[in-house]
């Protein structure tokens, strides 16, 4: 049994996808410029050509129907696609395969040459008034309009770039700190040394004296964290951008910080639970660090991450908490934050 799909019949669409999917018992399809580009039917094992074709592309896109992979099953046995037949009528697969010169320039129009018989700018068969060769009168082309005159200005904008500059795009700022780090590294010997020293009190003090607030991107410690994320100091961003070590996460910062802490007050599991939470929060929440900065404790540890460990009651049995509080606000994470949030604020 053969289906015949042309535009000609009626939901062509539908019967083309219903064969490719296998939903009918029709084994052969008969169709016209159907099997392009687009028609993705895995199991076709036949190709025939029963008419010419002058397209390289064209043939190249029916052929390719062919070569989808597929696995046919037969009872409890699975065959693989391996090939498939294309059979040709017309001499097509011949002169594509053998003859056409893949490699030849495409020939281009004349300008001269007209684009169609029947050109919107052409009389037509259908205008008897129309002048035509049969009259004697040679048809002119019409010229299409084209402006020639001046343009009149309807407004002009000067805008005004002021001290603060231009907003940049983080990814742009990203970039341009990394390759201009890496240029200033090459006139600068004694930051490579600092580097590879990994000290990083004498990368801070060579980029705050050398690099930084220097026209035109004015690189500030603030500005690395806002357009990178992350609250870390001078020395990890420079360890980044010169290959040394890659950038840590936020996260990872506040769980060495924690570490630290917990490790220097020898800090038992749920008051070092304690310290991470208040990290996380006031990394994070503006209102939180500054009620942190100021020991505003009331107000800080009514929110739920405190509640689910015991709240304010439980906040006295921490002994050292003081302390371990302190040495949190003088961490290397809280500082950069507040610088962080300072300058958004």
């Avoid at 190249?60 to 059979?87: D, P, S």
């Avoid at 000067?158 to 001290?163: D, N, S, W």
């Avoid at 802490?261 to 500054?290: G, H, M």
Wanted: charged letters at 30%; hydrophobic letters at 40%; aromatic letters at 10%.
């Amino acid at each position: 049994m053969a289906l015949t799909i042309t535009s000609r019949i009626p939901n062509a669409s539908s019967l083309a996808k219903d064969f490719r999917d296998s939903k009918r018992s029709e084994r052969v399809a008969v169709s016209v410029d159907m099997l392009s580009t687009g028609y993705n039917c895995r199991d076709l094992l036949n190709v025939v050509l029963m008419r010419p074709i002058f397209s390289p592309t064209e043939y190249i896109q029916i052929k390719g129907r062919g070569t989808r992979r597929f696995i046919f099953t037969i009872g409890n046995t699975e065959y693989e696609k391996k090939h498939f037949f294309l059979l040709d009528f017309c001499a097509v697969a011949e002169y594509f395969e053998e003859k056409y010169d893949y490699s030849a320039p495409l020939r281009l129009l004349s300008k001269n040459r007209r684009r169609s018989e029947s050109s919107p700018y052409e009389p037509t068969a259908s205008n008897a008034d129309s002048p035509s060769a049969a009259d004697g009168n040679e048809y002119k082309r019409r010229e299409i309009p084209i402006w020639e005159g001046t343009d009149r200005i309807i407004r002009q904008e000067i805008r005004v770039v002021g001290l603060n500059g231009e907003k940049v795009d983080i990814m742009t700022f990203r970039g341009s700190f990394e390759r201009d780090l890496e240029e200033f590294a090459e006139i600068n010997p004694d930051l490579k040394e600092a580097v590879e020293a990994e000290d990083d009190d004498a990368i801070e003090i060579i980029l705050q004296e050398r690099f930084y607030h220097h026209p035109e991107m004015f690189y500030a410690p603030d500005k690395l964290i806002i357009a990178y994320g992350v609250p870390a100091p001078t020395s990890a961003f420079v360890y980044n951008a010169l290959g040394k070590r890659t950038l840590p996460t936020k996260d990872q910062i506040i769980i060495d910080t924690v570490d630290s802490i917990a490790a220097r007050f020898n800090l038992r599991y749920v008051e070092q639970k304690w310290i991470n939470a208040t990290a996380e929060l006031v990394s994070e929440d503006a209102k939180a660090l500054k009620d942190f900065l100021a020991g505003h404790y009331s107000e800080l540890f009514k929110r739920s991450q405190f509640r689910t460990l015991g709240g304010l009651d439980a906040l006295i049995h921490f002994d050292e908490r003081e302390e371990a509080f302190e040495a949190l606000r003088q961490s290397s994470l809280i500082q950069c934050t507040r610088m962080a949030m300072s300058e958004v604020s």
